[in-house]
Every structure is written in structure tokens, then in C-alpha cells.
């Protein structure tokens, strides 16, 4: 009886190390995420119906074709989420914020080169054994290091004399 438990911790935490030790991308969320659900992007409000004048002329129905009550209903999602379509220009004061953040030069790459040094980040940073085991969530732990205290900013750009006009509630203040 003794020999057979031994033999079955044995395997149990060879079964354990080999666990840790594989070599997936690191999840530091550790969300359960069900594919059965809604995605409320998808879901948008439709314009209402209108009764053609003719019902001879309206046009044969094409799947994945576009339809008279709602001929462009990308580009009105992405004007209805405040955004705009590729190759659409910049607006307003957009073009001094672009100036001033390519300034040093864009980088073609900078994508894949932060996707890449956020993977290194989270396979160094995944959290310890245990918690990888009973799925603790390690994102604000492994993210701390970068976070921006937005208050300190705020006093910052404020003493700067940068105007900032929406500042975020301070809890440390209501105190």
C-alpha cells in the first residue's frame, strides 16, 4: 500500500513539473472565454424598413451582397464608433498629434517588435507554479512595473502648464 502511494506522488508531480515546463504562450488573464455568446460588436442597430415604391424593381438578392436599407454598414459602424475609414485623412488637430509622435522616425516593424518583446515579457513574468496550477490571475502583477500612476502624470503635465482638460477622479483625494 505504501509503495503504491509513493509511486502515485511520484506521478503526480512529475505530471505537475512537465505541466509547468510547457512551452504555450503565457495567458496572465487566465479568462474563461465562451464562444457561445453574442459579440456585441457584431450586433449593430438596423435603419428602419421603407416600403419601395416598386416592388418589380428591386434588385435580385446576392448572398453577401449589400441591401437598399443598409447599403454601407461598415462604414457606418466605424463613424458610429467615432472612427474612419482607411485612406479617409486625418481630422482636425490629428495632424499635429502624428507630427509630434513620428518625430524621431516610425519605425516600419514596431508592431511585430512590441508582439514580440510582450510575449518575452509574459513567458519571464507568468506568474509561480501554484498559480499557474489553480489559474490566479497575474496580469496587474506583471504589468505593475509599467503602470502609469495617472494622478502623478496629471500634477505633472499641470505644473508643465499643459492644459488637460478631462481629468480622472482622484479616490486618494476624496479622503
Not at 498629434?97 to 515579457?121: F, H, K, M, N, P
Not at 519571464?124 to 498559480?131: Q, S, T
Not at 505593475?144 to 488637460?164: K, N, S, V, Y
Request: glycine fraction near 8%.
Amino acid at each position: 500500500m505504501r509503495f503504491s502511494s509513493v509511486k502515485l506522488l511520484a506521478a503526480l508531480c512529475i505530471g505537475v513539473f512537465l505541466t509547468a515546463c510547457s512551452k504555450n504562450e503565457p495567458s496572465l488573464m487566465n479568462l474563461r472565454a465562451s464562444q457561445s455568446g453574442p459579440d456585441e460588436f457584431a450586433i449593430l442597430p438596423t435603419k428602419p424598413l421603407q416600403e419601395p415604391t416598386s416592388y418589380s424593381e428591386l434588385p435580385t438578392p446576392t448572398p453577401g451582397g449589400t441591401n437598399i436599407t443598409d447599403p454601407t454598414p461598415n462604414a457606418d459602424a466605424i463613424a458610429a464608433l467615432g472612427g474612419q475609414l482607411r485612406g479617409s485623412g486625418l481630422r482636425g488637430g490629428e495632424g499635429a498629434l502624428v507630427t509630434a509622435a513620428s518625430r524621431y522616425g516610425v519605425s516600419s516593424g514596431i508592431r511585430s517588435q512590441l508582439a514580440a518583446e510582450d510575449l518575452t515579457w509574459r513567458q519571464e513574468n507568468r506568474g509561480k507554479l501554484l498559480e499557474r496550477l489553480f489559474n490566479v490571475n497575474v496580469y496587474y502583477s506583471a504589468y505593475e512595473a509599467q503602470e502609469l500612476d495617472q494622478h502623478r502624470e496629471l500634477e505633472r503635465l499641470r505644473r508643465l502648464g499643459i492644459w488637460t482638460p478631462a481629468a480622472p477622479p482622484n479616490p486618494a483625494a476624496a479622503q
